[in-house]
T-cell receptor, first 115, second 111 residues
Framework: DAGVIQSPRHEVTEMGQEVTLRCKPI?????LFWYRQTMMRGLELLIY????????DSGMPEDRFSAKMPNASFSTLKIQPSEPRDSAVYFC?????????????FGPGTRLTVL | EDQVTQSPEALRLQEGESSSLNCSYT??????LFWYRQDPGKGPEFLFT???AGEEKEKERLKATLTKKESFLHITAPKPEDSATYLC????????????FGAGTRLFVKA
Protein backbone atom coordinates (compact mmCIF):
# COMPACT_ATOMS: atom_id res chain seq x y z
CA ASP A 1 0.00 0.00 0.00
CA ALA A 2 1.22 3.51 -0.77
CA GLY A 3 0.24 4.83 2.64
CA VAL A 4 -1.74 8.00 3.25
CA ILE A 5 -1.42 10.35 0.30
CA GLN A 6 -1.70 14.12 0.65
CA SER A 7 -1.64 16.83 -1.96
CA PRO A 8 -0.26 19.29 -2.54
CA ARG A 9 2.92 18.86 -0.51
CA HIS A 10 3.52 22.60 -0.46
CA GLU A 11 1.09 25.45 -0.97
CA VAL A 12 1.86 29.14 -1.00
CA THR A 13 -1.07 31.49 -1.32
CA GLU A 14 -2.07 35.04 -0.57
CA MET A 15 -4.32 36.15 2.21
CA GLY A 16 -7.97 35.94 1.26
CA GLN A 17 -7.56 33.12 -1.22
CA GLU A 18 -9.30 29.76 -0.93
CA VAL A 19 -7.09 26.78 -0.12
CA THR A 20 -8.05 23.13 -0.57
CA LEU A 21 -5.96 20.33 0.88
CA ARG A 22 -6.55 16.76 -0.21
CA CYS A 23 -6.12 13.37 1.40
CA LYS A 24 -6.41 9.77 0.29
CA PRO A 25 -6.46 7.39 3.29
CA ILE A 26 -5.15 3.86 3.34
CA UNK A 27 -7.59 1.50 1.66
CA UNK A 28 -9.81 -0.26 4.19
CA UNK A 29 -9.30 2.28 6.97
CA UNK A 30 -12.55 3.62 8.37
CA UNK A 31 -11.22 6.53 10.44
CA LEU A 32 -9.72 9.68 8.99
CA PHE A 33 -8.16 12.52 10.98
CA TRP A 34 -7.05 16.04 10.03
CA TYR A 35 -4.33 17.66 12.16
CA ARG A 36 -2.50 20.98 12.12
CA GLN A 37 1.06 21.35 13.42
CA THR A 38 2.77 24.61 14.36
CA MET A 39 5.77 25.43 16.50
CA MET A 40 3.62 27.34 18.95
CA ARG A 41 0.70 24.92 19.37
CA GLY A 42 2.17 21.57 18.39
CA LEU A 43 -0.02 18.92 16.78
CA GLU A 44 -3.73 19.68 17.08
CA LEU A 45 -6.65 17.55 15.99
CA LEU A 46 -9.02 19.54 13.80
CA ILE A 47 -11.66 16.98 12.88
CA TYR A 48 -12.11 13.26 12.45
CA UNK A 49 -14.45 11.06 10.42
CA UNK A 50 -15.73 7.54 10.86
CA UNK A 51 -17.12 5.81 7.79
CA UNK A 52 -17.16 9.18 5.98
CA UNK A 53 -19.24 10.85 8.72
CA UNK A 54 -17.75 13.74 10.76
CA UNK A 55 -17.66 12.68 14.41
CA UNK A 56 -15.85 15.47 16.21
CA ASP A 57 -15.10 18.86 14.68
CA SER A 58 -14.49 20.67 17.95
CA GLY A 59 -10.91 21.40 16.92
CA MET A 60 -11.85 23.34 13.79
CA PRO A 61 -10.70 26.85 14.67
CA GLU A 62 -13.22 28.93 12.78
CA ASP A 63 -16.02 28.83 10.25
CA ARG A 64 -13.41 29.55 7.62
CA PHE A 65 -12.37 25.92 7.94
CA SER A 66 -14.47 23.10 6.52
CA ALA A 67 -13.83 19.42 5.84
CA LYS A 68 -15.62 16.86 3.75
CA MET A 69 -15.32 13.16 3.07
CA PRO A 70 -17.50 12.33 0.06
CA ASN A 71 -16.33 8.72 -0.04
CA ALA A 72 -14.05 6.28 1.74
CA SER A 73 -11.04 7.13 -0.39
CA PHE A 74 -11.02 10.92 -0.40
CA SER A 75 -11.23 13.85 1.98
CA THR A 76 -10.68 17.60 1.67
CA LEU A 77 -9.89 20.37 4.12
CA LYS A 78 -10.82 23.80 2.85
CA ILE A 79 -9.88 27.21 4.20
CA GLN A 80 -11.82 30.16 2.84
CA PRO A 81 -10.66 32.87 3.14
CA SER A 82 -7.13 32.03 4.22
CA GLU A 83 -5.17 34.19 6.68
CA PRO A 84 -1.44 34.34 7.52
CA ARG A 85 -2.09 32.69 10.91
CA ASP A 86 -3.30 29.59 9.06
CA SER A 87 0.29 28.93 7.98
CA ALA A 88 1.19 25.48 9.32
CA VAL A 89 1.77 21.88 8.30
CA TYR A 90 -1.51 20.02 7.86
CA PHE A 91 -1.48 16.26 8.32
CA CYS A 92 -4.04 13.69 7.39
CA UNK A 93 -4.05 10.33 9.18
CA UNK A 94 -6.13 7.18 8.92
CA UNK A 95 -6.70 4.12 11.06
CA UNK A 96 -8.55 0.84 11.07
CA UNK A 97 -11.11 0.94 13.87
CA UNK A 98 -11.66 -2.78 13.95
CA UNK A 99 -8.05 -3.90 13.84
CA UNK A 100 -6.11 -1.40 15.91
CA UNK A 101 -7.80 1.94 16.22
CA UNK A 102 -4.94 3.33 18.23
CA UNK A 103 -2.40 3.18 15.44
CA UNK A 104 -2.87 6.17 13.21
CA UNK A 105 -0.96 6.26 9.94
CA PHE A 106 0.05 9.78 9.01
CA GLY A 107 0.58 11.23 5.57
CA PRO A 108 3.62 13.35 4.68
CA GLY A 109 1.75 16.58 5.33
CA THR A 110 0.99 19.73 3.38
CA ARG A 111 3.05 22.77 4.26
CA LEU A 112 0.80 25.81 3.87
CA THR A 113 2.16 29.33 3.73
CA VAL A 114 -0.30 32.22 3.59
CA LEU A 115 1.32 35.53 2.68
CA GLU B 1 -9.22 20.14 30.87
CA ASP B 2 -7.33 17.15 29.46
CA GLN B 3 -3.64 17.88 29.17
CA VAL B 4 -0.41 16.21 28.08
CA THR B 5 2.98 17.62 29.09
CA GLN B 6 6.30 16.31 27.85
CA SER B 7 9.76 16.89 29.27
CA PRO B 8 12.42 17.78 28.54
CA GLU B 9 11.76 19.90 25.45
CA ALA B 10 15.09 18.80 24.03
CA LEU B 11 17.65 16.18 25.01
CA ARG B 12 21.18 15.78 23.73
CA LEU B 13 22.88 12.41 24.27
CA GLN B 14 26.09 10.78 23.27
CA GLU B 15 25.79 7.52 21.40
CA GLY B 16 25.33 4.75 23.98
CA GLU B 17 24.18 7.10 26.73
CA SER B 18 20.84 5.78 27.98
CA SER B 19 18.11 8.14 29.18
CA SER B 20 14.35 8.60 29.56
CA LEU B 21 11.71 10.93 28.20
CA ASN B 22 8.73 11.87 30.33
CA CYS B 23 5.06 12.34 29.47
CA SER B 24 2.72 13.44 32.25
CA TYR B 25 -1.00 13.56 31.65
CA THR B 26 -4.11 14.91 33.31
CA UNK B 27 -7.26 13.39 31.86
CA UNK B 28 -10.75 12.56 33.04
CA UNK B 29 -10.30 8.89 32.20
CA UNK B 30 -7.49 7.33 30.19
CA UNK B 31 -8.46 5.14 27.27
CA UNK B 32 -4.97 4.80 25.89
CA LEU B 33 -1.58 6.50 25.78
CA PHE B 34 0.49 6.48 22.60
CA TRP B 35 4.06 7.20 21.62
CA TYR B 36 4.96 8.41 18.13
CA ARG B 37 8.25 9.27 16.48
CA GLN B 38 8.49 12.18 14.05
CA ASP B 39 11.44 12.81 11.73
CA PRO B 40 11.96 16.28 10.22
CA GLY B 41 9.65 16.93 7.27
CA LYS B 42 7.62 13.79 7.85
CA GLY B 43 4.43 12.74 9.58
CA PRO B 44 4.48 11.03 12.97
CA GLU B 45 5.11 7.28 13.01
CA PHE B 46 3.37 5.07 15.56
CA LEU B 47 5.55 3.33 18.18
CA PHE B 48 3.46 2.06 21.13
CA THR B 49 0.08 1.98 22.81
CA UNK B 50 -0.27 1.58 26.59
CA UNK B 51 -3.64 1.03 28.23
CA UNK B 52 -3.20 0.57 31.97
CA ALA B 53 -0.79 1.39 34.78
CA GLY B 54 2.04 -1.11 35.01
CA GLU B 55 2.00 -1.96 31.35
CA GLU B 56 5.28 -1.99 29.40
CA LYS B 57 6.06 -2.27 25.68
CA GLU B 58 9.44 -2.70 23.99
CA LYS B 59 10.78 -2.20 20.50
CA GLU B 60 14.49 -2.44 19.78
CA ARG B 61 16.20 0.17 21.99
CA LEU B 62 12.92 1.72 23.13
CA LYS B 63 10.81 0.75 26.13
CA ALA B 64 7.61 2.53 27.15
CA THR B 65 6.11 2.32 30.63
CA LEU B 66 2.91 3.70 32.14
CA THR B 67 1.80 4.79 35.62
CA LYS B 68 -1.44 6.46 36.66
CA LYS B 69 0.00 9.91 36.07
CA GLU B 70 2.82 9.58 33.56
CA SER B 71 4.60 7.54 30.97
CA PHE B 72 8.30 7.13 30.29
CA LEU B 73 10.05 6.30 27.07
CA HIS B 74 13.37 4.72 27.96
CA ILE B 75 16.08 4.73 25.32
CA THR B 76 18.87 2.21 25.90
CA ALA B 77 22.23 2.74 24.23
CA PRO B 78 20.86 5.16 21.64
CA LYS B 79 22.32 5.52 18.17
CA PRO B 80 22.41 8.62 15.94
CA GLU B 81 19.50 7.21 13.93
CA ASP B 82 17.31 7.48 17.04
CA SER B 83 17.50 11.26 16.69
CA ALA B 84 13.93 12.52 16.16
CA THR B 85 11.05 14.19 17.96
CA TYR B 86 9.11 11.83 20.21
CA LEU B 87 5.45 12.64 20.71
CA CYS B 88 3.17 11.40 23.45
CA UNK B 89 -0.61 11.39 22.98
CA UNK B 90 -3.73 10.29 24.85
CA UNK B 91 -7.29 9.31 24.15
CA UNK B 92 -9.86 9.59 26.91
CA UNK B 93 -12.85 7.44 27.79
CA UNK B 94 -15.22 10.30 27.04
CA UNK B 95 -13.46 11.72 24.00
CA UNK B 96 -14.09 9.00 21.47
CA UNK B 97 -11.14 8.82 19.12
CA UNK B 98 -10.10 12.41 19.83
CA UNK B 99 -6.33 12.32 20.27
CA UNK B 100 -4.48 14.93 22.33
CA PHE B 101 -0.77 15.30 21.62
CA GLY B 102 1.99 16.69 23.80
CA ALA B 103 4.51 19.20 22.44
CA GLY B 104 7.16 16.52 22.01
CA THR B 105 10.77 15.97 23.04
CA ARG B 106 13.46 16.59 20.45
CA LEU B 107 16.19 13.99 20.86
CA PHE B 108 19.66 14.48 19.42
CA VAL B 109 22.11 11.58 19.58
CA LYS B 110 25.70 12.38 18.71
CA ALA B 111 28.12 9.74 17.43
Amino acid sequence: DAGVIQSPRHEVTEMGQEVTLRCKPISGHDYLFWYRQTMMRGLELLIYFNNNVPIDDSGMPEDRFSAKMPNASFSTLKIQPSEPRDSAVYFCASSNGLANYNEQFFGPGTRLTVL
Amino acid sequence: EDQVTQSPEALRLQEGESSSLNCSYTVSGLRGLFWYRQDPGKGPEFLFTLYSAGEEKEKERLKATLTKKESFLHITAPKPEDSATYLCAVQTNTGGFKTIFGAGTRLFVKA
